[in-house]
């Protein structure tokens, strides 16, 4: 075996060299994209334009008279549907319960809100407040034309900072949580998502709103509305659901689903002797 070793390490080290040039192993020119890669320089003119429809929610315990610095419970975000006052945002950001009240981008005054429908399955819910003006409703998307790598601008009221605008793309689609949640097609985006950016809008570069932000995914465990820090995975709800279940809670204050109808048991001496069977197996 030494001997076979050795002779073939003789006859490689004999024979020429042969080198493949970078053209006959890497295929030169570029991909046939229509219009090129022309990344946007700056989105300014789209925040300034839907900015006003975000707005920043804070629920407070029943009894606390104001909501003043460390009274809060729960934080997070939320947009604006329609002019009469209609929000959209998460569940588990009102699920507690407690005084939810809503404030606009360059509106000093606070707002109660009430929760018209939630939605647990989804992690969505529905809240209306009287603001005595008419709002400014956000443009909704088709989330099914969603496309991986698609620039993505996330609104929301990040660490109770105030409304903060991130942008990234949106990295994969039909995404299931690693950790699980209420819900598993998730569009995933690295768009920077924290704590109290829960129910705020995900925006396409033509700003509708294609995903409702979630959660996120950080070392050690999934956050749903928990303490955590971005590394770059968060979720966001996809507006074409989000469309179905918030139209059945304006309407019916819940979701109501389907379902087969069929219990299962263990096949007992007595289901056996009912059924004919021979023994009770099954």
Not at 190 to 197: M, Q, T, Y
Not at 224 to 243: M, S
Not at 264 to 271: H, L
Request: charged letters at 15%.
């Amino acid at each position: 075996m030494k001997t076979l070793c050795a002779i073939l390490l003789s006859v490689a080290l004999c024979a020429p060299a042969s080198y493949l040039t970078a053209e006959e192993v890497f295929q030169s020119g570029s991909p046939h994209l229509s219009d090129g890669f022309n990344p946007p320089t700056s989105f300014a003119e789209l925040v300034k334009e839907v900015g006003g429809s975000v707005v920043n929610i804070s629920v407070v315990q029943d009894d606390d008279a104001s909501v003043a610095i460390g009274s809060e419970h729960a934080l997070g975000s939320g947009f604006v549907i329609s002019e009469d006052g209609y929000i959209v945002t998460n569940n588990h950001v009102i699920a507690k319960g407690g005084k939810i009240i809503v404030r606009f981008l360059g509106d000093k005054n606070e707002y109660d809100a009430h929760v018209i429908g939630q939605d647990a399955k989804t992690d969505l819910a529905l809240l209306k407040v009287d603001a005595g003006k008419k709002l400014k409703p956000v443009y909704v998307g088709d989330s099914d034309k969603v496309q991986v790598g698609d620039w993505v601008i996330a609104i929301g009221n990040q660490f109770q900072l105030g409304q903060t605008v991130t942008t990234g793309i949106v990295s994969a689609k039909s995404r299931r949580v690693p950790s699980g949640g209420p819900y598993d097609h998730f569009i995933q985006t690295d768009a920077s998502i924290n704590p109290g950016s829960s129910g705020g809008p995900l925006f396409n570069t033509k700003g509708q709103v294609v995903g409702i932000n979630t959660a996120i995914f950080t070392p050690g465990k999934t956050q749903f509305g928990g303490t955590g820090f971005n590394i770059g995975i968060g979720f966001a709800v996809p507006i074409n659901l989000a469309k179905r279940i918030i139209s059945q809670l304006k309407k019916d204050g819940k979701v109501t689903r389907g379902w087969l109808g069929v219990l299962i048991q263990p096949v007992t001496p007595d289901v056996a002797k009912v059924f004919g069977y021979s023994s009770p197996h099954g």
